[in-house]
């Protein structure tokens, strides 16, 4: 077995690793490891939900409406298509999101009136997050 130091995310860890050819064990002749100097503090600290930069969060647009349009999946909102009082159409794009380097078309799942957009364009958005809002 051979001794190494990976580094994940600033983070410092002692894997053992054997190596195998053919399906057999192969003896690899002992090596010094590396002393693992424990930092003080951690040189990268994962990013805490109260400490992530804040990104501007619209202030809802109109009322609620009585038909709500949620993301169906986390991404980014690359254009909103609609204004409040805008009358739109059944299967009418209300907004783009792009979501594992797709756009998908959000459309409107009936005829009405666009009654609060809820988002910006360039706003990150999480699965089920209302979007826009229909009377």
Same mark, same amino acid.
């Given at each position: 077995?051979?001794?190494?130091?990976?580094?994940?995310?600033?983070?410092?860890?002692?894997?053992?690793?054997?190596? *195998?050819?053919?399906?057999?064990?192969?003896?690899?002749? #002992?090596? /010094? %490891?590396? &002393? @693992? =100097?424990?930092?003080? !503090?951690? *040189?990268?600290?994962?990013?805490?939900?109260?400490?992530? #930069?804040? /990104? %501007?969060? &619209? @202030? =809802?647009?109109?009322? !609620?409406?009585?038909?709500?349009?949620?993301?169906?999946?986390?991404?980014?909102?690359?254009?909103?298509? @609609? =204004?409040?009082?805008?009358?739109?159409?059944?299967?009418?794009?209300?907004?783009?999101?792009?979501?594992?380097?797709?756009?998908?078309?959000?459309?409107?799942?009936?005829?009405?009136?666009?009654?609060?957009?809820?988002?910006?364009?360039g706003q990150s958005v999480d699965s089920g997050q209302l979007l826009v809002s229909l009377d």
């Amino acid at each position: 077995m051979k001794k190494f130091i990976a580094k994940v995310n600033g983070k410092e860890y002692v894997v053992e690793l054997t190596q *195998v050819e053919g399906g057999q064990e192969v003896q690899v002749a #002992p090596s /010094t %490891p590396a &002393p @693992v =100097a424990t930092p003080a !503090a951690p *040189v990268a600290t994962p990013v805490k939900a109260a400490e992530k #930069p804040a /990104t %501007p969060t &619209p @202030v =809802a647009s109109g009322s !609620a409406g009585a038909t709500k349009v949620e993301a169906p999946m986390p991404g980014t909102i690359l254009s909103v298509k @609609v =204004a409040v009082g805008q009358s739109v159409k059944q299967h009418e794009v209300l907004a783009v999101l792009e979501a594992m380097k797709m756009e998908n078309d959000i459309v409107a799942p009936k005829d009405g009136v666009v009654a609060s957009v809820n988002v910006n364009s360039g706003q990150s958005v999480d699965s089920g997050q209302l979007l826009v809002s229909l009377d």
